[in-house]
């Protein structure tokens, strides 16, 4: 998120369907052109949010996680692009062109996020913690615009 550090809020999740509802509220929240990072460690729910924010894009089919592949892409009432740098550096995740084309027909969610910070902004920054001893996981959201700041708020409420 841009340079004033907008707003951070901070969510439990107590289940995956949890993580995937507030992931499908996100999506619905989406117009289009958003590029979205997720940063967590291996098994947090990265993907898991992502199954989630498909479903709000109107995406039926199944989201499995691209770490192989790099990228999937998915039709819906806007599409999903859906990154994951976790085998790569920022810097060749330029080179292959996976970070340079944003649609405004897409939505860009990129899973090791944090590898493209600073190459590319992003309109909501998601981090994701888990409690390895519970199914717990503490979902924090950081925006930057007052349009996904007041959704961020929002979100933590319900
Ligand atoms: N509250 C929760 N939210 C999300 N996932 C949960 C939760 N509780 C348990 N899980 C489980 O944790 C696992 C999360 O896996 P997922 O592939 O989404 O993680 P990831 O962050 O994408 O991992 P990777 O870094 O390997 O890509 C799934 O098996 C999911 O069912
Ligand atoms: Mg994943």
């Given amino acids: 998120v841009a340079d ?6 901070r969510r439990e999740s107590r289940s995956p369907g949890e993580t995937r509802r507030i992931g499908q509220a996100i ?9 979205i ?3 967590g460690p291996l098994g947090a729910g990265k993907t898991t949010l992502v199954q989630g924010i498909a479903r709000g894009l109107g995406i039926e089919g199944p989201v499995q996680s691209p770490s192989f592949v790099l990228e999937r892409i998915h039709r819906g009432r806007l599409a999903l692009r859906h990154l ?19 649609d405004e027909n897409e939505v860009t969610v990129i899973e090791w996020g944090e590898r493209a910070e600073g190459l590319v902004n992003a309109d909501l920054e ?12 503490s979902i924090v959201m950081e ?8 959704f961020t708020i929002e979100v933590q409420r319900k």
């Fill in 4 to 9: 004033d550090k907008g707003v951070t809020v």
């Fill in 27 to 35: 999506g619905e929240h989406c117009r289009g052109g958003e590029v």
């Fill in 37 to 39: 990072f997720l940063r």
């Fill in 84 to 102: 994951d740098l976790y085998r790569l550096t920022g810097v060749e995740a330029l080179e292959t062109g996976l970070l340079s084309e944003m």
């Fill in 126 to 137: 998601i981090r994701i913690d888990l409690n390895p001893q519970t199914l717990s996981r």
């Fill in 143 to 150: 925006a930057g615009s007052p349009e996904w700041q007041s």
